[in-house]
C-alpha cells in the first residue's frame, strides 16, 4: 500500500493497475488511448480528464470519488466501509472479499486478452 501525503489522481491509477498485474499497455487498450499517455497520467506529466474517470473506475471497480479523495489512502476500506467486532467474522469477510477480487481480476483479465486480439 502506498502510504504518506496526499496521492494524487495519477498514482492512483498506478496503485490499481499494479495491484491488478496489469500493464500500462494493456491499460491504454481498454482507455483507447496511447501507452505513453497512461505513463504520462501516472507520473502526473498529464491531466487525466474527466471523462476517463468514469471507464477507469468502471474497470477498476471503484467509485469516480476514489480518484478524487485526496486523503492518500488507497487501500480497500477506501471502497468498502464496514465494521464487524467479531474478529472470527471479520477474518470470513475478509478470506470472502480476497475471493471475489480474485474473480474479478480473472474477468478483468479476459477482457483484456479479447481487447489484445
Known amino acids: 500500500m502506498l502510504d504518506g501525503g496526499s496521492m494524487t489522481i495519477g498514482r492512483k ?8 498485474n496489469i ?12 501507452q ?3 505513463s504520462q497520467y501516472e507520473n502526473n506529466r498529464r491531466n487525466v480528464p474527466s471523462g476517463a474517470l ?3 473506475a468502471n474497470f477498476f471497480s471503484v467509485a469516480t470519488d476514489y480518484f478524487l479523495d485526496n486523503n492518500g489512502n488507497t487501500s480497500t476500506d477506501n471502497i468498502l466501509m464496514i465494521q464487524v467486532d467479531d474478529p472470527v467474522v471479520r477474518e470470513e ?6 475471493f471475489l477480487i480474485k ?3 480473472k ?5 483484456i486478452e479479447r481487447n489484445s486480439k
Open 13 to 20: 491509477i498506478r496503485y490499481l493497475r499494479e495491484i491488478n
Open 23 to 34: 500493464s500500462q499497455k494493456q491499460l491504454s487498450k481498454i482507455l483507447n488511448v496511447s
Open 36 to 38: 505513453q499517455t497512461i
Open 54 to 56: 468514469k471507464p477507469l
Open 93 to 98: 469477510i475478509e478470506k470472502f472479499a480476497k
Open 103 to 105: 474473480e474479478s481480476n
Open 107 to 111: 474477468k478483468k483479465k479476459l477482457k
